[in-house]
Nanobody, 123 residues
Framework: QVQLVQSGGGSVQAGGSLRLSCAAS??????MGWFRQAPGKEREIVAA????????YYADSVKGRFTISTDNAKNTVYLQMDSLKPEDTAVYYC??????????????????WGQGTQVTVSS
């Protein structure tokens, strides 16, 4: 069965960095990505990457600051977050999909989800 297990996260001051990891098992996925949900707000896509590595997507709010990468041999996706801002505070979820269609969009569609991890950025 499919499992996505996240690690990383925590608290950091504005301008700092954090790295999130998500190890997937039980399937082969066309794309993996990261979402976040801030208090009182809807879940939003942050970044996504196809298994091939050819296609990537970043939300405008994180372009130039966040980097998504994958290690296909380990079935793991990472999110390197630099120059963090208080607005980045949210619960971050990794996600995977067996269908590429709709994955690289602002409202990307995904089949499987990690447990979420808190990222808190203070001023």
């Amino acid at each position: 069965q499919v499992q996505l297990v996240q690690s990383g996260g925590g608290s950091v001051q504005a301008g700092g960095s954090l790295r999130l990891s998500c190890a997937a098992s039980g399937g082969t996925f066309s794309a993996m990505g990261w979402f976040r949900q801030a208090p009182g707000k809807e879940r939003e896509i942050v970044a996504a990457r196809s298994r091939s590595g050819i296609s990537t997507y970043y939300a405008d709010s994180v372009k130039g600051r966040f980097t998504i990468s994958t290690d296909n041999a380990k079935n793991t996706v990472y999110l390197q977050m630099d120059s963090l801002k208080p607005e980045d505070t949210a619960v971050y979820y990794c996600a995977a999909t067996t269908s590429f269609a709709g994955a690289m969009t602002p409202t990307g569609r995904y089949n499987y989800w990690g447990q979420g991890t808190q990222v808190t950025v203070s001023s």
